[in-house]
């Protein structure tokens, strides 16, 4: 009988693969094999740039140096071991890395391990001796921060503050205790005091400690959520966010005003606060957060902060002193990633203004006056870091080139590690900027790849990507997250692969303004994005280079929840899909980001968040669909994806799937990713071809 098994399963690869023999010129293997960097931060002098590099799943610490910024590797992890590696800081004296080894554990206390490894994993803190290469592990830890005086770190176990000497062999030991939990660790400049953010579930304060005294202050407690500290150039003072707490605002719905954000200014010596400035009523009254180690920003006598008054998120800074405000940024675009040097004049920014599916990277002085930009073309560029000496760092990407460190002088950029020769980049396209129309009449942007040999006299299958979060935006080029740098490198595969494959920046998606975000109706209050996905369908099938009856969809999370809503209200038109960690019913979802929601005690949303859901419409889902899933997942439950093979059988609906022991959302193991990949492309051959 084993034999007879054997015999048949060697049988079905063999025909598996006659079936499905690539006719790229490159494998995923290959376009999934660049080295992501992240983490890229700046020492304290400005001279100095470390960060992260994944390579095929080997995390590796780089370092390089003015004046040349030559990389070098510094650690020599060597396994697909899905431990993750960030959180990289200097020490004061510029000679140690510390850095987080590991990933956060789930609600139950258990740490990922997708590579089943057998000895116990944690989050370990760990310092990195920059000259000989020396790791030492300091304990159980996360969100450290480095003394900007001396070679000491505070940093978070268990949701309490402990403190290490890094210059003595003494235990760490435990500041205090507070009830909640703390996060947003921040050392005053001379290092005689910590700030941080005590969290308490629908109230936040602001604590400060003072080391000499020991003493344990909160500013200005209230029942809102006080967030983001920063302190003043002299350390005297503290500005930090205040949000009041909306008891009934949920995630997954649209919220384009709100109880008006504000700021406030403390004394530290008393703990007394009085508000600085307070968004308008209507439209900005809701906090819009910028993706950067802070929110606000102090340097000299002014407070540069986001706000979405004029609908689109720009920046603004207020004088400490006179409260006048200044518009930094202008006009109706995004600005998404934010940096600043220690006691500079200017903030740095990245944003699509004047290219909207696109980022580059502008300069702008924070006391007002005309914005620089100081990158462009058909790039991508973000996370800028600039340096004390002068030069700007960043991650930057093109249409056929992953993203890399860089360093830029003047519009030129010196990459800090030589690109891989073994990279397909000759092979993939430039994909081409389109808009179409859903089917209620709003344009919507995407991406269109076409096969390298692309002839407009054939008709080609067409493959639907979309995003997952839902607030993210693709771009023309490599993406500045690892998951979509991934799905980028999938989509340009599978137009080498010959399909026409468009990428749709659906509504509720970032990019396009606060209203497109804040789009009515969407997602748990009445799915209009599936609008967008009819509009793109319908777009492909009406092309004259498309054949009208092979047309999939893919997507990941958010994506996979607009696959499975395509497959379940239009398999019509859909004839297959590959649903990756989706989102299948509302109210699971809620209620997992939010465990004090209660579908029965709301029963009228509840209602309307299941009706906005793909297990709604289980009785029209006709077309076949791949299932992948890690059953780690701390952001969509895996009982997602249980649910709904169990009633894609109860319909004898053909689905196929592919699970991961130990993984979690954003696949850790490379391994997964090419797993994954493999088994999206393998689908649609067989579905669509």
Known sequence: MKKFILALAVSYLIFFDSNSQSTSPFSIEEVLSNSFPTGLVTSA???????????????????????????????????????????LQFTADEKTIVFVHGSNPNRKGEFPNPAIIIESVGQQIKTLDIASKT????????????????????????????YKNLDDDLEEMQLFTIRGGASNLRWSPDGSKMAFVSNRGDHNFI???????????????????DNGPVWSPDGSKIAFVRIPNERNRLIFEPH??????????ADVTNGNS??????????????????????????????????????????FSISAKTKEVKRLTDGEFEVQFVGMAPGSSDIYYSSNQDDIDRQHIWRSPVSGGTSTQLTSGDGVEWRPVPMNNGALASLASNPTEPASAVVWNGPKSTPLIRKSRRYPSKFLVKPEKVVFSSTDGIPIHGQLFKPKDYDGNR?????????GGSRRQMLLSYHHRGYYHNAYALNQYLASQGYLVLSVNYRSGIGYGMEFREALNYGATGASEFNDVMGAGLYLRNRSDVIPDKIGLWG??????????????????????????????????????????????????????????????????????????????????????????????????????????????????????????????????????
């Open 556 to 689: 990941g999370s958010y994506g996979g929840y607009l696959t499975a809503m395509g497959l379940a209200r239009a398999s019509d038109l859909f004839a297959a899909g590959v649903d990756i960690h989706g989102v299948h019913d509302w109210n699971v979802i809620i209620n997992g980001f939010m465990p004090a929601y209660n579908p029965n005690s709301r029963e009228d949303f509840a209602k309307l968040a299941f009706d906005s859901s793909p297990m709604a419409f289980i009785d029209t889902w006709k077309s076949p669909v791949l299932l992948i899933h890690g059953d780690d997942d701390r952001n969509v439950p895996f009982s997602e994806t249980v649910d709904i093979a169990e009633s894609l059988r109860r319909q004898r609906v053909e689905f196929e799937q592919l699970i991961f022991p130990d993984e979690v959302h954003g696949f850790l193991l490379h391994q997964n990713w090419v797993d994954a990949y493999k088994a999206t492309t393998e689908f649609f051959d067989r579905k669509l071809k």
């Open 256 to 265: 384009r005003t709100g109880l008006p954000w504000s700021i406030r200014i």
């Open 459 to 467: 008709k080609y299958p067409a493959v639907l990507f979309f995003h």
């Open 45 to 87: 002098k400005g001279s100095k740039l470390t960060w992260v590099q994944n390579e095929e799943g080997v995390r590796n610490i780089w370092f390089a140096q003015a004046p040349d910024y030559e990389g070098q590797q510094l650690t020599n992890y060597q396994r697909d071991d899905g431990q993750e590696i960030g959180n």
């Open 207 to 225: 604590g400060v400690y003072n080391f000499a005294s020991k003493n344990l202050i909160y500013l200005s407690p209230s029942v809102d959520l």
């Open 274 to 315: 009085s508000q600085l400035w307070q968004a308008d009523k209507g439209r900005g009254s809701v906090f819009r957060q910028i993706e950067s180690e802070n929110q606000i920003f102090w340097a000299g006598d002014h407070i540069v902060f986001p706000w979405e008054k004029y609908g689109w998120t720009n920046l």
């Open 135 to 162: 790791i030492t592990e300091i304990g159980e830890g996360k969100s450290q921060r480095v003394s900007p005086v001396e070679n000491v770190i505070v940093y978070i176990n268990k949701g309490q503050i402990w």
